[in-house]
């Protein structure tokens, strides 16, 4: 599976941002594709994730009720929408994909687990 992360940039606290990543390379039916962050001198941390087949989203405590995730099926794109946009969310973001069988909900939200990841695109929050 190959992964492009796009739709990084600058914006104000408030403000909303869409990330994109667009899989190729694999059916993705048995995967669920999940977004991380990273901030400088912190771990890479669980943000986001969906079930390519039947959908279900799971989030971050810290981003529930601001972020979105969803994907579209025709063009292989899972989504990040970014809205309320606080500094605190500053952070490179990843994309990663992973096969749903044998995980749980605990470990798919666990980056170490993920096989295929995306090069990252940077998103900066400013106050």
């Known amino acids: 599976v190959q992964l492009q992360a796009s739709g990084g940039g600058l914006v104000q606290a408030g403000g909303s941002l869409r990330l994109s990543c667009a899989a190729s390379?694999?059916?993705?039916?048995?995967?669920?594709m999940g977004w991380f962050r990273q901030a400088p001198g912190k771990e890479r941390e669980f943000v986001a994730v969906?079930?390519?087949?039947?959908?279900?989203?799971y989030y971050a405590d810290s981003v529930k009720g601001r972020f979105t995730i969803s994907r579209d099926n025709v063009k292989n794109t899972v989504y990040l929408q970014m809205n309320s946009l606080k500094p605190e969310d500053t952070a490179v973001y990843y994309c990663?994909?992973?096969?749903?069988?044998?995980?749980?909900?605990?470990?798919?939200?666990?980056?170490?687990?993920?096989?295929?990841w995306g090069q990252g695109t940077q998103v900066t929050v400013s106050s």
């Open positions: 390379g694999r059916t993705l039916s048995s995967y669920a």
């Open positions: 969906i079930t390519w087949n039947g959908g279900r989203a």
């Open positions: 990663g994909a992973e096969t749903i069988a044998g995980h749980t909900i605990a470990t798919i939200r666990d980056h170490t687990q993920y096989n295929y």
